[in-house]
């Protein structure tokens, strides 16, 4: 089931052109990522969405149509500016958020799900980076809501408590939330996301999951490894799936598509050669936004 629908989507500020008929549309239950540096449009198209914004043309459909106080209380929203008074406490903000629902998810629950329960009456700016995203999120999902819409959730964070926040999110989605992620970090899209819009300068250049856009881009795969003993190259130029064999003094090269590493350790164990330093390296996400926008993200 199609939760989001959006076609040919735009949005103009005077003499700019933020969203520039934009179309994709999100499944029930998936992570859908929408992926692109700073000012490519990502945010103007989720509060779009979100129905934050009014576009200037094209269609908005989330959850078969639903506006107004529907939406309201079917979608969840933690946008990238959003901001809380310093001296709010946690319980507060989680108190007054919960009156603006008709039936509310029970805040003190919700509270401890997202790690916040010893926090209860630390005001917002004593919190930590990442204390202040899960607070967050835990906002965004006061009303028990079937979408939620996470723009730039991690930014900012340090790598533990940007990967704390990662296994939040997969938590909220294994509930049976739809979730939205907004995102310019190819890492935390390679990992959370089931299919990625890719969004540059307002346009989407690509839809799929994070393995079809890789795909786009290279299929050819390259093994590295040193050899235990010496053994003739044709034992691996033999195989379908290799391309190519080089050495670099005991340091063996292998080029190749498909399953490579399996056909690659299955043959040098029929020849009883033991592989050392074994490395793979593939096409990446960062490889694939390259390829299709001609730039690169800097995180």
Same mark, same amino acid.
């Given at each position: ?146 979408? &939620?819409? =996470? ?5 900012? %964070? +340090? ?5 704390? !926040?990662?296994?939040? #999110? ?105 592989? &050392?330093? =074994? ?5 990446? %996400? +960062? ?5 299709? !926008?001609?730039?690169? #993200?800097?995180?």
């Amino acid at each position: 089931m199609k939760v989001i629908e959006v076609s040919n989507l735009r949005k103009q500020y005077r003499d700019q052109l933020a969203v520039d008929d934009v179309s994709f549309t999100v499944e029930e239950g998936e992570i859908f990522g929408v992926l692109g540096p700073n000012g490519a449009g990502k945010t103007t198209t989720v509060e779009c969405v979100a129905g934050l914004r009014t576009p200037d043309s094209g269609t908005v459909r989330v959850l078969g149509g639903l506006s107004g106080t529907k939406l309201k209380n079917q979608l969840g929203v933690q946008l990238q500016s959003s901001l809380l008074p310093s001296k709010i406490k946690v319980w507060e903000a989680l108190d007054l958020y919960a009156s603006f629902y008709r039936v509310p998810a029970n805040w003190i629950t919700l509270m401890e799900r997202v790690g916040l329960a010893d926090k209860r009456n630390t005001p917002y700016g004593k919190l930590s980076g990442g204390q202040q995203q899960r607070l967050s999120i835990a906002l965004a999902l006061i009303g028990n809501p079937r979408v &939620a819409i =996470l723009d730039e959730l991690t930014t900012g %964070l +340090d790598p533990q408590a940007r990967r704390d !926040t990662w296994g939040l #999110i997969r938590q909220i989605r294994e509930d049976g939330v739809t979730i939205v992620l907004v995102t310019h970090f190819m890492e935390e899209a390679e990992r959370l996301c089931d299919r990625i819009a890719v969004i540059d300068s307002g346009r989407v250049v690509a839809v799929d999951s994070p393995a079809g856009l890789i795909s786009m881009v290279d299929r050819q795969q390259t093994v590295t490894f040193r050899r235990s003993r010496a053994f003739d190259d044709a034992v691996l130029r033999n195989l379908a799936e290799v391309t190519g064999v080089s050495r670099t003094g005991e340091q063996i090269t292998v080029t190749g598509t498909g399953n490579l590493l399996l056909a690659i350790t299955t043959a040098l164990a029929s020849a009883d050669v033991v592989p &050392a330093d =074994l490395r793979m390296e593939q096409a990446t %996400l +960062d490889d694939a936004f390259l390829s299709l !926008t001609g730039k690169k #993200i800097s995180a």
